[in-house]
Nanobody, 119 residues
């Protein structure tokens, strides 16, 4: 069974940094796309960063450009989100996601990791 497990969340002061990790297990294939969403209490879930595996292209929400960087380690089947210059508005539960196109689009979600930025 495919599983995505996030780690690296925690409490950090404004201006600080965190690195989130998402490790995939139970797969016998390569995903087409992996990335990160976040959801704050009372707000809609939003995409913050993603990476296309075909050409290694990345994309970011305007609110995090220049501060967040997505990367991957192919050998470890893991993607990362380096978050710098964190702001209180970055506080949210961060979710790893992945998709795989094979006879239809399959979507996978992690359980989420809490990031809290204090002011």
């Amino acid at each position: 069974q495919v599983q995505l497990v996030e780690s690296g969340g925690g409490l950090v002061q404004a201006g600080g940094s965190l690195r989130l990790s998402c490790a995939a297990s139970g797969i016998t294939f390569s995903f087409n796309y992996m990335g990160w969403y976040r959801q704050a209490p009372g707000k809609e879930r939003e995409r913050v960063a993603g990476m296309r595996f075909g050409d290694s292209g990345s994309e970011y929400a305007d609110s995090v450009k220049g501060r967040f960087t997505i990367s991957r380690d192919v050998a470890k089947n893991t993607v990362y989100l380096q978050m710098n210059s964190l702001r209180p508005e970055d506080t949210a539960v961060y979710y790893c996601y992945a998709n795989y196109l094979s006879g239809g689009l399959r979507i996978y979600w992690g359980q989420g990791t809490q990031v809290t930025v204090s002011s």
